[in-house]
């Protein structure tokens, strides 16, 4: 029987170091050895419990996208898709109703190095948004520019192949990343915006984002538009230079998860309104670009932004790991009322995400809390690692773990409207889509450049295409120059000059304006971009 100071030492130690038996620690300073100085022992619990939880620390980092920041938040709906009811375009409910919040977490990300990497590198962030909506989740995983390299899935892996280290020598090299760009034209209007000042945005609060892939919006008749969603933030878009990244970079490389949890620490939550861009369902020939083409802006003139409503972040997570390491977002993740469109590289991703996560988390990655639904979820999964959750339910015939049933267990459930089902038709086939226009509106991107952006630009370019194969940099001249005169022939200058060591090529004086003065006049102007 326990005496009095027993049970007081129990109710002490309910507060006090303990194993995951639940045993407590009451030596957490040496292993336990024959002697002071003599060899350990093999039954020491503690210690082994603690090691080997340690020796398993670290998931798999995601294959791209390792390096990140996150934050739970909140999205409000506007009830209207620009002056229009949300109801016209589509059924899903987190839009219908003015005011109407539905919690959300963010995760930002780089792309191409690891989890450590430094966040003033030249390179894609992610925008990813998971919506824990009343029909179950959403995830919008997206970017900050509003276009990709690749317009076709096969040629992601070989993508991120070649934009990844040398398997050689683990180093990024501009060579590997400007032969894969080179033989594939597609990648010249993305590459034109990543070696701009819009390849290194000042944080993760001043930037845009935007789903990139056309999606569709259905409403409760069935009938689908095409849609393309687009963030941007009220705090204003702020992208560097090379030279003001690397000064960053020298003292911090962190600065973009630290500017976020500082900010919402503060009380300074940021903010974003959210745009769809609209255009009918269909082929549109009467456009220069395919509507399914993730290479192509839709031309705001044309198809301008609707605003739907706005995110607001107010919560650091609690725990890095549990909330944005093991986080998980994937494009099949729609609600009711949006659907999928035939976009090649939509259809691509949306296998891939939760393949890997059943790889990188595990096949139970949905049962972990940040992933998890905050609805009912009523499956017959089962077993796994790790599984915790156990969805049958004990008034439906608990051992029912099947469908259809007689004797019990869940039913289906009932469609919400009308199916959308549109009609396809065509050949089986592997080719390319007809209207590839690869260097069209790189030209226009390049015109609507500020003359800083251009400096930039071009220096950019020059600085990682004079270490290329004469080959690769001539494929991309000829690129440069069919989408626009003056960005053609200020690259040609500007690699003929550091061939002749005019120039070091980094910094020096390219075309009309040098990219020093270009940036001098950016530090005077605070260079704030305008949206493209
Ligand atoms: C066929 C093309 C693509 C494939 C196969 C692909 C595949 C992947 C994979 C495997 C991951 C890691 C996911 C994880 O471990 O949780 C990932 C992450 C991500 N991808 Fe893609 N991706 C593709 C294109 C894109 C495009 C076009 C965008 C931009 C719209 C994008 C945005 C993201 C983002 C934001 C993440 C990070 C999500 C997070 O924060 O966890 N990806 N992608």
């Known amino acids: ?74 999205f409000e709906a506007y009830g209207k898709i620009g002056d229009e009811p949300a109801s016209k375009y589509t059924r899903a409910k987190l839009f219908q109703e003015k005011g109407k919040r539905t919690p959300v977490f963010v995760r930002f990300s780089t792309v191409i190095h690891g989890t450590h990497s430094p966040e003033t590198l030249r390179d894609p962030r992610g925008f990813a948004v998971k919506f824990y909506t ?25 993508m991120i192949h070649a934009f990844k280290p040398d398997p050689v020598t683990n180093i990024q090299d501009p060579e590997r990343f400007f032969d894969f760009c080179a033989s594939s034209p597609e990648t010249f209007h993305m590459v034109t915006f990543i070696h701009s000042p819009w390849g ?34 009220n705090q204003g878009i702020k992208n560097l230079t090379q030279k003001e990244a690397e000064e960053i970079q020298g003292q911090n490389f962190n600065h973009a998860t630290q500017d976020l949890y500082e900010a919402i620490e503060e009380g300074n939550y940021p903010e974003w309104e959210l745009y769809v861009q609209i255009m009918e369902d269909g082929e549109h020939p009467e456009l220069d670009f395919d509507p399914l083409d993730d290479t192509k802006l839709w031309p705001e003139d044309q198809f301008p932004w609707l ?25 099949g993740v729609l609600v009711d009322g949006i659907d999928f469109s035939d976009d090649k590289m939509l259809q691509g991703r949306t ?41 049958r339910e004990p008034s439906k015939n608990p051992a029912i773990n099947y469908e259809p049933s007689i004797l019990g267990g869940y039913e289906e459930a009932e469609p919400y409207g009308k199916d959308h089902e549109p009609y396809v038709e065509g050949n089986l086939t592997r080719e390319s889509i007809d209207r590839t226009s690869n260097t069209k509106q790189a030209g226009e991107t390049f015109r609507q450049f500020e003359e800083w952006e251009k400096a930039e630009l071009i220096s950019n370019l020059v600085n990682d295409l004079s270490v ?6 001539d494929r991309w001249m000829e690129l440069a120059e069919e989408a626009d005169e003056e960005y053609g022939l200020r690259l040609r200058e500007g ?38």
Request: hydrophobic share 25%; charged share 30%; proline share 5%.
């Open 200 to 233: 290194i945005p000042a944080n993760y609060r001043q930037m845009q984002g935007s789903g990139v892939n056309t999606y569709k919006l259905v409403n409760d008749d069935g009938k689908a538009v095409l849609v393309k969603f687009h963030w941007e933030p």
């Open 1 to 74: 029987m326990a005496d009095k100071s027993d049970r007081s030492k129990q109710e002490k130690n309910k507060e006090r170091l303990t194993n995951r038996q639940g045993h407590p620690v009451t030596q957490n300073q040496n292993i336990r050895t024959v002697g002071n100085r003599g060899p350990g022992t093999l039954e020491n619990y503690d210690y082994i419990e603690k090691i080997s939880h340690f020796d398993r620390e670290r998931v798999p980092e995601r294959v791209v996208h390792g390096r990140g920041a996150g934050a739970h938040g909140y």
């Open 351 to 391: 296998f891939s995400y939760s393949d890997t996560q059943r790889h990188r988390v595990g096949a139970n990655y949905l049962q972990l809390p940040i992933n998890r639904a905050r609805t009912e979820v009523n499956t017959n999964q089962e077993g796994g690692n790790m599984r915790y959750e156990v969805d």
């Open 134 to 158: 009343e029909d179950g989740n959403w995830d919008l995983v997206g970017n900050n520019i509003k276009i990709f390299f690749v317009r076709d899935a096969m040629k992601f892996p070989d």
């Open 307 to 331: 605003p739907v409503g706005k995110l607001v972040l107010d919560k650091n997570p609690d725990d890095y790991f549990a909330e944005v390491e093991q986080s998980a977002f994937g494009t």
């Open 468 to 473: 290329c194969d004469q080959r690769i940099q």
């Open 495 to 532: 690699l003929e000059k550091a061939k002749n060591g005019m120039d070091d090529s980094s910094r020096g004086p390219i075309g009309n304006t040098s990219a020093s003065e270009a940036t001098e006049k950016a530090e005077r102007e605070g260079h704030e971009a305008d949206p493209y």
